[in-house]
């Protein structure tokens, strides 16, 4: 239950994340089509923050709220390094989990939620290349750089927080990659992706 009511508490948060993230490619001038992309991904975050309440409610857990504080849209360079962050690393990373517990969590509810869950999160984490690619093309050769640079770091830092083991009956029942095959599913996306 605590682990689907973080969930559930992560996806509320995102909800807002691509709410900003629209706000900010608007105000920057970006095509329309990422605009369009961020409203379904702030939609697809609704539904997934509904689905994980729900299985952390039926496991006797209850989602903590998000709070938000709005906050002035920030230069390109950092929406930029942010993107490379959550986006490219983080959500592509996501995605990859989620497919992964899809295919292998035993409880057909958790099963079911990760297979729609995968889906959306795989078209997020393209999203967030889509806009890396359209934000580095406004970005000069050093923002680029220090983009990229971020985007490394981003790698090493997922690298040492997939140390601690999940409890098996997490492992089990919601499929979660146990620490060694978390790490491999970071190598091979850091080989394919970044390299």
Not at 23 to 48: I, Q, T, W
Not at 90 to 96: P, V
Not at 158 to 178: V, Y
């Amino acid at each position: 239950g605590k682990y689907f009511a973080s969930a559930a508490h992560l996806e509320a948060a995102s909800v807002h994340a691509f709410r900003i993230l629209r706000r900010e490619l608007s105000s920057y001038g970006a095509p329309r089509d990422l605009l369009d992309a961020a409203k379904r991904a702030e939609v697809d975050e609704v539904k997934h923050t509904r689905m994980t309440a729900e299985l952390a409610r039926a496991h006797g857990a209850t989602p903590p709220r998000v709070r938000v504080t709005r906050k002035a849209n920030r230069s390109l360079e950092a929406f930029a390094l942010e993107n490379a962050v959550e986006g490219c690393v983080r959500e592509t990373f996501g995605a990859l989990v989620a497919m992964w517990q899809a295919e292998r969590a035993t409880d057909s509810e958790v099963a079911r939620a990760m297979k729609e869950i995968a889906v959306d999160e795989t078209r997020h984490a393209t999203l967030a290349w889509n806009v890396a690619t359209w934000a580095d093309a406004q970005l000069d050769a050093n923002a680029r750089k220090r983009v990229e640079a971020a985007k490394t770091k981003a790698i090493r830092d997922l690298e040492k927080e997939i140390t601690i083991e999940a409890h098996p009956d997490l492992i089990a029942r919601a499929g979660i990659p146990n620490a060694t095959a978390q790490r491999r599913l970071l190598a091979a996306l850091a080989h394919d992706l970044f390299a």
